[in-house]
């Protein structure tokens, strides 16, 4: 079985890093592509910018990691973008975030987001978070096949 | 006892009328006669003395008794003239009755003297008697004429002045005073004071009034007296002083009447007579006359007093009108201007005599609003209602130059004369509406800034919440990641000290998220509901139970416990005092929790009490304040965030909070909710079967150890 594209957007190296090594704690070996603001993100999904000429259908990210706070194009705006585009609608996609504004959590969903998860101070908090996450929206969770020829 | 009876006697012989006075003295009389013969003889009697009865003999040869009757006709005097004759000749009687004469008496028919004379004597008595009443009658009515010309007079006069002048000059001409005087007294004060108006025969003549004053009353001479004082001689008055006789006879006064003025009940002044040149007995008909005379000056004057009054009264009205710095118009019925003070003319343009008569609503109401007006006066005449009647308007109005400003006005309607008046004051307030809407910019610009400097604050605890806790989460991941993969390699010193800086990492990370907590309760609008706290407890006391099953805890929540609040707000007010008491008693082998309601100084006080842990009041000023702990970290876990974010919602609600507690002898948390949004609902008394009343263990401590916390 394939493994999957994870794709996390992350601006801050630190909970890049401690991501990523939550994931190599709970044996989650998907490739993970980082992006590190969300023009990058929109670039990867889309096949644009840096990523031109992707397979942006064939590769398809499994799961989007997706901070709120981020330089250029923010974590709300990937969101929807995401969500009006046929390609990318039904990419699971989970907020992870420190902010537990409820403002945060409303405008969230309202975008359409799948989940939404804080990131906890504790470490070992946080690996089981992404550990339950991994397990939930790599392995059990189904999404639809829906390819469409022309993007956007 | 003798009556003298003066008599005269005509005739020559004196033998005739012996008879007649042997008769009189006879019957009584001490007789006193002349005998005279002669025209000249008797008009000289009559002019020298008088007499009671005169005898005449008929047939004196040079002094016919015809030419007698003439001489006593022509004197005027009323004596009994009494013919006596020898002979009994009726055609003589007759002659002599038909001339005057009282009688016709023969002599041999003497015996009748007697009873003639009693009979004219009695006649002439009651002649006399009658004339004299006559007389007097005459001059009552002269008397009362002079009375009634000087109401007349002073009728005529109308103010106060001419009026005491009048009375002075009539009542000291009358009286033939030398001097008339009036004291009024000042209805405010009481004391009287001598009127400049008055009456002297002549110009020397002094008078004691003047030397008189409140502070030097003279003897009796009290002016305010209600009754009358007759002094015919001052003098020998007794309660003079020596000062005051010495005064009296300086001035030369000799006679002294005075008389109260009163209106009904009400004395309203004294009149004074005063006689200088000679002593003067004022009778008791001028006495009375001049009583009549002061009643009649005492409605006069206290008419011209009621006018006079009116008349300030209606000086000032008119002067506060004038000064008035909001225009004053009066309309009629028939909506015609009839007052214009001097604001009106200032505010509206129209001078005083263009604006009245002129119709109200066409001079100054802007045109589209007159119909409105008209129909609005129309229903006010008909119903007698109007619906903006005496309250505040606001209305543009018209000035003479067709601009239009703001005026504020109010409205009143005067019923005058069976029609209805509408006085209006008008101000204009356009500065005023300039000031208000400088004002409300302010504060529009105001609520702005505070608006943009709330969406910084929040945009500030945005970042806290989101970075402060991304460098917590490397520090924590990375010491955890060391102690996993480099355990082989430290030592357990090192990984004591990992241990350290998780522990310490992960505590920041509660500080960050309990201030985040306390900064969004404290922002954000309020929702003001009827909050069930007992509910609220119940449920908090269910969900500590069930996190730690194995602890014996105690509660007891008082029934039907409902404010007014926040339920967002009271849940967490709740939740942090309950998590407090579940905290301080986790030592404890056993421990009551309890929530309820009781009364200080008539006020109706929540709160929340434990048995555990308590602590030192005289730490209690740091109790409510932000990251302030009185226990140590190892003793119990805390932030120092629970208490300072009760306190602030407590705030927010307008109540107040405050504790109660000793070490180890529990806690007492007391709140109340403020009057605009914590009111008590009804029925939420405390109830004696769930939630007694915290329990007093000594009145004065408590009151010592009350704390309160004041408003930020």
Not at chain 2, 565 to 591: C, E, I
Not at chain 2, 598 to 622: H, I, L, N, P, W
Not at chain 2, 666 to 695: I, N, R
């Amino acid at each position: 079985m394939k493994r999957h594209t994870i794709l996390l957007v992350e601006d801050n190296p630190v909970d890049e890093e401690l991501t990523i090594m939550a994931f190599e704690k709970n044996n989650i070996t998907n490739t993970v592509v980082v992006a590190r603001d969300g023009a990058e993100a929109l670039d990867y999904l889309f096949g644009t910018g840096t990523y031109e000429g992707r397979d942006v259908v064939g590769d398809k990210p499994q799961l989007v990691l997706l901070d709120l706070k981020l330089p250029k194009i923010d974590g709300l705006d990937v969101l929807r973008r995401m969500r009006e585009n046929e390609l990318t609608r039904y990419i699971p996609v989970v907020v992870l975030t420190s902010s537990k504004e409820q403002e945060d959590l409303v405008e969230a969903y309202q975008m359409g987001t799948n989940a939404y998860v804080r990131k906890p101070v504790d470490f070992n908090e946080f690996s089981e978070a992404v550990h339950q996450l991994g397990l939930f929206w790599l392995i059990l969770n189904e999404c639809p096949n829906v390819y469409v020829k022309q993007p956007i | 006892m003798n009556k003298q009876l003066h008599v005269l006697i005509i005739e020559n012989s004196a033998y005739d009328t012996a008879l007649a006075l042997q008769a009189l003295e006879r019957a009584g009389y001490d007789v006193r006669s002349e005998r005279i013969g002669t025209e000249a003889q008797m008009m000289a009697a009559l002019r020298e003395k008088a007499w009671d009865v005169i005898l005449c003999d008929y047939k004196m040869p040079f002094f016919p008794t015809r030419q007698a009757l003439d001489i006593l006709k022509a004197s005027g005097l009323e004596i009994p003239f009494i013919v006596l004759s020898r002979h009994a000749e009726e055609e003589a009687a007759v002659e002599c009755m038909k001339a005057g004469a009282s009688d016709f008496i023969s002599t041999g028919n003497l015996g009748r003297l007697v009873p003639v004379i009693e009979r004219e004597l009695k006649e002439e008595e009651e002649r006399n008697a009658r004339t004299r009443v006559e007389k007097a009658l005459l001059e009552g009515i002269e008397r009362e004429k002079m009375a009634l010309e000087m109401i007349n007079r002073i009728c005529s006069e109308a103010d106060l002045g001419s009026i005491l002048k009048q009375i002075t000059e009539n009542v000291g001409r009358f009286s033939q005073a030398d001097r008339c005087l009036i004291w009024l007294r000042d209805p405010d004060t009481g004391q009287l004071r001598l009127q400049p108006q008055e009456f002297r025969s002549c110009e020397a003549v002094m008078s004691i009034d003047d030397a008189i004053s409140p502070n030097r009353p003279i003897g009796m001479l009290a002016l305010n007296s209600t009754e009358v004082v007759n002094l015919p001689d001052v003098l020998q008055l007794e309660t003079l002083t020596e000062e005051d006789r010495q005064m009296i006879q300086e001035r030369g006064v000799k006679s002294l009447l005075q008389v109260p003025i009163f209106y009904k009940d009400q004395l309203l002044g004294t009149l004074r007579l005063n006689s200088v040149f000679e002593k003067r007995v004022w009778n008791a008909e001028i006495v009375r006359l001049v009583q009549y005379m002061a009643a009649q000056a005492a409605v006069a004057i206290y008419q011209a007093k009621t006018l006079q009054d009116l008349k300030d009264s209606e000086a000032r009205k008119a002067g506060v009108t004038e000064s008035s710095l909001d225009a004053i118009i009066t309309m009629d019925h028939t909506g015609k201007i009839c007052e214009w003070n001097a604001s009106a003319e200032r505010i509206l343009g129209y001078r005083r005599e263009e604006a009245i008569g002129q119709d109200m609503a066409t001079l100054i109401i802007p045109e589209r609003y007159r119909e409105a007006h008209r129909q609005g006066l129309a229903h006010c005449l008909a119903t007698g209602e109007g619906a903006i009647l005496d309250r505040l308007l606001e209305l543009p109005t018209l000035r003479s130059d067709g601009t239009e400003f703001m005026a504020e006005l109010s409205i009143t309607r005067l019923p005058i004369a069976g029609q209805s008046m509408f006085t209006g004051t008008l101000r204009d307030i356009t500065q005023r509406k300039q000031e208000q809407e400088r004002i409300e910019q302010i504060v529009e610009e105001r609520t702005a800034q505070l608006q943009m400097l709330n969406k910084e604050l929040e945009a500030f605890s945005y970042s806290v919440s989101h970075d402060l806790r991304a460098p917590l989460r490397g520090i924590d991941g990375f010491s955890q990641a060391l102690l996993e993969g480099y355990s082989d390699r430290l030592d357990e010193r090192g990984k004591h000290y990992l241990d350290r800086i998780r522990q310490g990492s992960q505590q920041m990370g509660r500080l960050i998220d309990d201030m985040l907590q306390l900064s969004r309760l404290t922002r954000g609008d309020m929702t003001l509901e009827a909050v069930d706290l007992s509910m609220l407890a119940r449920n908090i006391a269910r969900d500590l139970q069930e996190q730690e099953p194995e602890r014996c805890v105690t509660f007891i929540i008082a029934e039907d416990v409902s404010v007014k609040g926040d339920k967002r707000l009271l849940q967490a007010v709740l939740q942090n005092l309950f998590d407090n008491a579940w905290k301080y008693t986790s030592r404890h082998p056993a421990a009551c929790i309890e929530f309820g309601v009781t009364e200080q100084d008539g006020q109706t006080v929540c709160f929340v009490r434990d048995d555990g842990a308590g602590f030192d009041m005289a730490y209690s000023g740091k109790l409510f304040g932000a990251f302030q702990r009185l226990h140590g970290v190892s003793e119990f876990p805390g932030t120092g965030v629970g208490l300072a974010t009760v306190a602030r919602i407590i705030h927010r609600h307008g109540g107040r909070v405050w504790a109660q507690a000793g070490v180890e002898k529990g806690a007492v948390f007391y709140f109340t909710l403020g009057a605009s949004s914590g009111e008590m609902l009804p029925g939420e008394a405390p109830s004696g079967a769930t939630g007694s009343p915290p329990l007093k263990k000594d009145a004065e401590t408590e009151t010592n150890n009350k704390i309160e916390v004041k408003t930020r």
